[in-house]
């Protein structure tokens, strides 16, 4: 499904402080793999999600998602792959402060065209997923941290993306509640067969995950499958 060949990302290129963040990054992921990216600040793992997220571009070398290469398409067409493939999970959750929860969960399918009833019942399923059937009508100052994180979870899940990219969704809380959402992405990744990238610089939530891709300046210095992890899913 994912296919990274030779990547590399510069700023500022052809300027005195141009600066490498990804270099000659090779990465295939199939449909349905959890996997984790792990590594240290500056190490160049939100860059890459980035890129796999068609949030931003390579300086060269090739990115192709389910046999389309989309290095060769337009601004117009790379946000609608975003829209169709590609669901965002955040640290700080992106929730919409003046709306409820159910709402935030519906707006993804009302920018895509769905009715009023479509969207009403396909978000309350998604927050009922996510343990947040009893929080539907809660505006998101009325929710903790875990329960805002559980939101976001259910809008990217909203337009039924084959992909979820998570970038550090544990990070803003604590131990406990962390868990708790962790709990969610190997329940969507083992009953929805969802592919799920989690970017995060805790090793102890990339043991949580089948595959494990370890990045250092730029560079993938480890890339194996979680021992751990076999025979977890069914």
Do not use: W
Request: charged share 25%.
């Amino acid at each position: 499904m994912i296919e990274i060949s030779n990547v590399i990302k510069k700023y500022y290129v052809g300027m005195p402080n141009e600066l490498t963040v990804l270099k000659d990054i090779c990465l295939s992921i199939p449909e349905g793999q959890f996997v984790s990216v792990v590594g240290a600040s500056g190490s160049g793992k939100s860059t890459l999600m980035n890129i796999i997220g068609a949030l931003d571009r390579p300086t060269s070398g090739t990115y192709v998602l389910d046999g389309v290469p989309l290095q060769e398409m337009t601004e117009n067409q790379l946000s609608e792959i975003r829209n169709k493939k590609i669901g965002f999970v955040f640290q700080t959750f992106n929730l919409i402060p003046r709306t409820t929860a159910l709402n935030n969960v519906e707006l993804p399918l009302f920018y895509m065209g769905a009715g009023k009833g479509e969207r009403r019942k396909k978000a309350e399923r998604l927050l009922e997923l996510v343990g947040m059937g009893d929080r539907m009508t809660h505006m998101p100052n009325e929710l903790s941290g875990g329960q805002k994180q559980r939101v976001a979870i259910a809008r990217a899940l909203a337009n039924d993306p084959a992909i979820i990219l998570a970038d550090e969704p544990t990070g803003a809380l604590d131990t406990q509640t962390g868990k708790l959402v962790m709990d969610i992405f190997l329940q969507i990744n083992r009953e929805e067969r969802k592919t799920i990238v989690l970017i995060t610089h805790n090793p102890e939530l990339a043991e949580q995950t089948e595959r494990i891709v370890t990045l250092s300046d730029g560079n993938i210095v480890s890339d194996h499958m979680n021992k751990k992890m076999e025979g977890a899913r069914v």
